[in-house]
């Protein structure tokens, strides 16, 4: 099994998130590794997009969840047995293959049944004493099961039920034996008797088969065809075609019509539900068409996943793709406060106190002796300017500005040059399209003992779009908070002019008490010299909850 990596950053992902992401998992490629393909969690923000477009660097991969579904763990190919297969076609499967129950399929590959070997041995060891003569077959699956030649007669799948008898005594016992059966219910069973394929003949059976490898003589054979006797031909001897006989029967008849399916899209906890339930040994997987995919069973939920994931700008869980927490994190590269959990493997985990993700990343090429190519040089720069605000945030370090110079030699751009270019392009709410995505465009989850709090922030050049929108703004934080269950939901919303941040916040009345910034009016604070979220406005917030 290949297994592929997804590089991926949190939910609604900022350009560091995006930029390291592809970073990593191309330096991931130039290294060697083809499974690493780069991912997001959530579109582009209006920034991000327009870095992306300029430097022509194609979206990364979309990924809504990671929730394992059926198919990650699902063998394809599954061993199938057509419905007109015969019960010991079915044997020889199950023999052949090790497998205990076998899906009943159509013409279209679409199950009409499950056939397990424990109900086909007990149809068989264990049959019904009023039916010990009768087999259900069609003349195609016992011409099929005995080996024989249709001499005359068409073979069809048409389904028929008929009652054994074995031509092995004179001719006035045998003609006793079977009178008073409706001749056209009769499979008679002889050898090289013409007396008996002669009796059986006159009285018009339904069929008339000949053991021992030997043939009908011509005016028997000539009978027959008036008669509208089936005339079989089989090289076995009497005991074997008629044990081979009641084989014959086309698995349809002997197939459970009830089972249990499930759509290969749908999650492995469905799956699970399923297969813990009600004494279900398998459960049949289904392509969107309804055709088989698979045949799922109690070990296919021990099944490795086939992909794992590499966090990076992130390693809560709570700000990760939906489903991360059941999937193996292979390595998680970030530059935020630590608030994973537990791993069950050792894993490569690489943090810093730097101002973004991408130099981390720049720092790993270095340590590789690799060069990234232009354009996710300036990818990795534009990371950089965008989470440390063009290297003017106070999280910015001198690491910082030494990746900083570093991709700029590569990118041929100059860093200042291009950080005002990016926000000058990207400064807009009304890039954002409406005030639900200015909120969502960048927000983040904490948590503190009891209280959950959810921040986002926007980088603005002045503040006239935010009072024109503040109530808007308002609202969808007030959604936001009702929907997560929040103590407060706030907006940062940063001139990266004047260094300033204004902050939104619907929540607790209480926090305006011990805020320590000045309100300018309800919901409303002036934070000057704040611009980072991570290194001053999240310490400060949860001071602050803390003395609520």
């Known amino acids: 099994m290949i297994k592929t990596t997804y590089v991926i950053g949190h939910l609604n992902p900022d350009t560091d998130s995006i930029a390291s992401a592809v970073g990593y998992a191309a330096l991931k490629q130039r290294l060697g590794d083809s499974t690493v393909i780069a991912a997001m969690a959530g579109a582009p923000n209006p920034q991000t997009r327009y870095i992306l477009d300029r430097l022509g660097i194609p979206d990364p991969l979309f990924l809504a969840d990671v929730h394992p579904k059926v198919r990650d763990t699902l063998k394809r190919q599954p061993v199938t047995v057509h419905r007109h297969a015969s019960a010991y076609e079915a044997l020889e499967l199950f023999n052949r293959s090790g497998v205990r129950v076998l899906p009943v399929v159509d013409e279209e590959n679409r199950p009409c049944g499950m056939l397990s070997l424990l109900r086909l041995s007990e149809s068989y060891l264990l049959p019904c004493q009023d039916k010990l003569r009768q087999v259900t077959t069609s003349l195609s699956s016992l011409a099929r099961t005995l080996a024989s030649g249709i001499e005359t007669g068409t073979g069809t799948d048409t389904p028929i039920t008929l009652n054994l008898f074995i031509g092995a005594m004179l001719e006035e016992s045998f003609s006793s034996r079977i009178e008073g059966n409706d001749p056209r219910e009769l499979l008679i069973m002889t050898g090289n008797r013409r007396t008996i394929q002669l009796a059986a003949i006159e009285r018009g059976v339904r069929v008339l088969v000949v053991t021992g490898g030997h043939r009908l003589e011509d005016d028997l054979l000539e009978l027959a065809w008036e008669q509208g006797v089936a005339v079989l031909l089989t090289p076995h001897d009497t005991a074997t075609a008629a044990w081979l006989a009641r084989l014959s029967t086309p698995v349809v008849f002997l197939a459970e019509r009830e089972f249990s399916d499930i759509g290969v899209d749908k999650s492995l906890a469905a799956l699970r539900r399923k297969l813990l339930g009600a004494n279900v040994s398998a459960v049949l997987a289904l392509e969107g068409d309804g055709t088989l995919a698979g045949v799922a069973t109690k070990s296919s939920l021990l099944a490795p996943l086939p992909y794992s994931l590499i966090l990076v700008d992130h390693n809560e869980l709570g700000q990760a793709v939906p489903g991360a927490e059941l999937v193996e994190i292979a390595e998680v590269i970030d530059h935020h406060k630590l608030g994973n959990g537990h791993s069950s493997t050792p894993i490569s985990f690489i943090t810093s106190p730097v101002g973004s993700t991408c130099t981390l990343v720049a720092q790993r090429y270095r340590e590789s002796g690799e060069e990234p190519d232009r354009s996710i040089a300036a990818l990795l720069l534009a990371g950089i300017l965008s989470d440390t605000v063009i290297l003017k945030s106070p999280t910015t370090t001198g690491v910082d500005h030494q990746m900083a110079a570093w991709l ?102 209480r926090i305006a008490h011990v805020m320590e910034y000045p309100q300018l009016e309800p919901h409303l604070y002036e934070l000057k010299n704040v611009m980072s979220r991570k290194k001053q406005m999240v310490p400060h917030l949860l001071k602050v909850l803390a003395r609520v």
């Open 408 to 509: 700029e030699e590569r990118s041929g751009l100059v860093a200042a040059d291009f950080g005002r270019d990016i926000f000058a392009a990207s400064s807009s709410l009304k890039n954002y399209g409406s005030a639900d995505r200015v909120v969502a465009a960048d927000f983040k989850l904490f948590t503190h003992e009891k209280y959950s709090i959810g921040l986002g922030q926007v980088e603005v050049i002045g503040f006239d779009e935010f009072y024109s929108m503040k109530g808007e703004l308002l609202d969808a934080l007030a959604e936001v908070k009702r929907r997560d269950n929040l103590f407060i939901a706030g907006l940062m919303v940063t001139d990266i002019m004047s260094e300033t941040t204004l902050f939104l916040v619907e929540g607790h009345t």
